[in-house]
């Protein structure tokens, strides 16, 4: 009885839904990778035996690798996500360049990063793996930067249409609490990309930032993240 009720509980087939995405599986390993980043630093700070620091070194390294793999092939959804964009009639023209940039950036990050792989993984060495991951970097820095730009822009819109809400009215009412749950979106999207920015702005030498701030803004991004995914899979 009792298992039967754990087995059917609607949290178990919820869980099912979201490790049956490939997203869902990625946000959960990212999430051990950068904590594991800022925990390696951590132990390292505080003068831990190496022998305490390897596990975390290692979960850093090889999820690492198991992400980049999970990663093929997704180039290509961002550049039709682009096209799509670029088609779009009845965006602002501000988030329609944003969003074409956002996903131009992305989708060149995992072009680039995809031809790293066999690098990466020992399997076949590349003279120009680090030169191509730098530029991947790069790419992926930008398309963060557009949406960056995209979230500010859309917060600036939210407060100008808020400012024309009367709230005394009933539909005023209805429409303000809508631009409240897309405010609150919105910061949460603008969150996550700063913190992703660390990452490439680390690596490309933009920053002077250690692997224990980094690893934060990653875990906190990646947390984000899980829990977005969540929410769609509910």
């Known amino acids: 009885m009792v298992a039967d009720a754990l087995v059917y509980h609607p949290s178990v087939a919820h869980y099912l839904r979201y490790v049956a995405t490939t997203i869902g599986r990625d946000k959960l390993l990212r999430t051990l990778q ?20 390897a596990p975390f070194e290692a979960i850093k390294k090889q999820f690492g690798l198991s992400r980049k793999v999970m990663r093929l092939g997704k180039n290509v959804e961002h550049f039709k996500a682009a096209a799509v964009a670029a088609d ?3 965006m602002d023209p501000v988030l329609k360049y944003c969003a074409v ?8 990050y995992l ?7 066999l690098d990466a993984a020992g399997i076949r060495p590349l003279a120009s793996a680090k030169r191509l991951q730098s530029e ?18 859309t917060l600036w819109q939210l407060r ?3 400012q024309g809400v009367d709230k005394k009215d009933g539909e005023g009412v209805v429409e303000s609490k809508k631009l409240e749950r897309e405010r609150a979106a919105t910061n949460l999207q603008l969150i996550s990309d700063l913190c992703d920015l660390t990452v490439p702005g680390s690596a490309l030498g933009y920053a002077n ?7 934060l803004a990653g875990t906190v991004s990646s947390l984000i993240g899980v829990w977005s995914t969540w929410k769609k899979t509910a």
């Open 101 to 108: 940039g956002r996903q131009l950036g992305y989708a060149m």
């Open 136 to 153: 991947a970097y790069r790419a992926w820095f930008a398309g963060l930067t557009f949406s960056v730009v995209a979230g500010v822009y």
């Open 160 to 162: 100008q249409k808020e």
């Open 111 to 117: 072009s680039l990063d995809a031809v790293t792989v």
């Open 34 to 53: 950068y904590f594991s980043r800022f925990y390696a630093w951590y132990l390292f700070r505080t003068n831990s035996p190496a022998r305490v620091i």
């Open 88 to 90: 779009g009639k009845n």
């Open 209 to 215: 930032l250690d692997d224990g701030i980094v690893g």
